[in-house]
């Protein structure tokens, strides 16, 4: 069946402009993951969702970033105002269920690119 | 918080060489470990899983034990090929399961 998948796969912003990066889970998955991959900071959690429960926005960095997920399906992260530091790639995952022991199936990924 | 460490490469082996990457943890609660691997140009994808102390993870000839008295989940194999070549991320979920903690990543790169 189709996987993750995530768009567009490459960005490049002008510093200051918003960005929105778009995530579709495997179908059925309830529980979705953002992470940031980067050269410094490694593999690093933004956000979580769970069916219609509040997100967990524990690991975004800062107020420039938000999320959103419809109809407990696709996601969009939104990066306003966009920082060199921001540049990385975004990985979006899904889970069939909450819980610590089941697999996350991850995206290609967004490469963000900010000049 | 919980973290992950492992040790930095990279990694440089002649193929059927036997390979170690270690990796261990810091956590609060019963976490579930992780070795996710990422292909050259391809997505991370999952390698193996342990649930719970004792457990062994296994796939593709790799291996893994979670041992909790010394936190660790070294990922083995006996005999490594040339499209092993990739890098490999040790990670865990809290009890909750709301996140993985990741290493910093192991870059395992197999010479013929």
């Known amino acids: 069946g189709a996987g993750v998948s995530q768009s567009p796969s490459n960005k490049v912003t002008e510093k200051g402009k918003d960005v929105e990066l778009r995530c579709d889970p495997i179908s059925g998955h309830t529980a979705l993951y953002w992470y940031r991959q980067s050269l410094g900071q490694g593999l690093e959690f933004l956000i979580y969702f769970q069916g219609n429960s509040a997100p967990d926005k524990s690991g975004l960095p800062s107020d420039r970033f938000s999320a959103e997920r419809t109809g407990g399906s696709v996601s969009t992260l939104t990066i306003q105002r966009t920082q060199q530091e921001d540049s990385a790639v975004y990985l979006c995952?899904?889970?069939?269920?909450?819980?610590?022991?089941?697999?996350?199936?991850f995206g290609p990924g967004t490469r963000l690119t900010v000049t | 918080g919980n973290s992950v460490t492992q040790m930095e490469g990279p990694v440089t082996l002649s193929e059927e060489a036997f390979l170690t990457i270690n990796c261990t943890y810091t956590a609060t609660g019963y976490p579930s470990l992780f070795w996710y691997v990422q292909y050259p140009g391809e997505g991370l994808q999952l390698l193996l899983k342990?649930?719970?102390?004792?457990d062994k993870g296994s796939n593709k000839g790799f291996e893994a034990t979670y041992r909790k008295e010394t936190t660790s989940f070294h990922l083995e194999k006996g005999s490594v090929q040339v499209s092993d070549s990739a890098v490999y991320f040790c990670a865990l979920s809290n009890n909750a399961g709301n996140m993985l903690t990741f290493g910093g990543g192991t870059r395992l790169m197999v010479k013929p």
């Open positions: 342990a649930t719970k102390a004792d």
């Open positions: 995952a899904s889970s069939p269920q909450p819980g610590r022991d089941y697999e996350q199936y």
